[in-house]
């Protein structure tokens, strides 16, 4: 099974500071067609999981440019710049190139 | 408006049984893949199973975890998906969430406990 390995586990961030958050792959997630299958979620404290970024880089609907996914092959950043309180929760990456689909262990991104 | 709106969960003791249902609205369900991911209590996310769109054959996809215990499927007629869970260990004790990927349920809880 593919390991996605997420740091830091947690993160202290100042409001209006930036975040980076890496997720690496224990292989390739470049399917056989091209595309890059990583994607990223948030979970806020008592919330269910929300889609932030998909195939690496794309932002979702309503998802704002405050938020942003790179990355190529096995190595992978969300960067959310001058955060901002409703940015606090745990942060996850999900492979879905390969079967079984496997998400990150999760970094918790809270307030300094 | 999208919307996922799990039900049936509960308690239930080891080796019972419970068929979990979600509901879905608000977008083309026929066309998309839905899958039930779990968290236990405190921990990060699992994807349990999978089920594809018609377009491909309905195939489904199951974690080592719950293979031959769970069964996943679907009703496009009544835009519903179901997980059926046999078998129960108290290991699958766990908010149970009904996603398409993009779009996730408020999840249903499952006890697994004597």
């Known amino acids: 099974d593919v390991v996605l390995t997420q740091t830091p586990v947690s993160l202290l961030i100042s409001l209006g500071g930036q975040a980076s958050i890496s997720c690496r792959s224990s292989?390739?997630?470049?399917?056989?067609?091209?595309?890059?299958?990583l994607h990223w979620y948030l979970q806020k404290p008592g919330q269910s999981p929300q889609l932030l970024i998909y195939?690496?880089?794309n932002r979702f609907s309503g998802i704002p440019d405050r938020f942003s996914g790179s990355g190529s092959g096995t190595d992978f950043t969300l960067k959310i710049s001058r955060v901002e309180p409703e940015d606090l929760g745990v942060y996850y990456c999900l492979q879905r190139t390969h079967n079984p689909p496997t998400f990150g262990g999760g970094t918790k991104l809270e307030l300094k | 408006e999208v919307q996922l709106v799990e039900s049936g969960g509960g308690l239930v003791q080891p080796k019972g049984s419970l068929k979990l249902s979600c509901a879905a609205s608000?977008?083309?369900?026929?066309?998309?893949?839905m899958s039930w991911v779990r968290q236990a209590p405190g921990k990060g996310l699992d994807l349990v199973a999978d089920i594809s769109s018609k377009s491909y054959n309905y195939a489904t996809y199951y974690a080592d975890s719950v293979k031959d215990r769970f069964t996943i499927s679907r009703d496009d007629s009544q835009s519903m998906v179901y997980l059926q869970m046999d078998n129960l260990k108290t290991e699958d004790t766990a908010l149970y969430y009904c996603?398409?990927?993009?779009?996730w349920g408020q999840g249903v809880m499952v006890t697994v406990s004597s």
């Open positions: 996603t398409t990927g993009s779009y």
């Open positions: 292989q390739s997630l470049v399917h056989s067609n091209g595309n890059t299958y």
């Open positions: 608000g977008f083309d369900f026929n066309s998309y893949g």
């Open positions: 195939q690496v880089s």
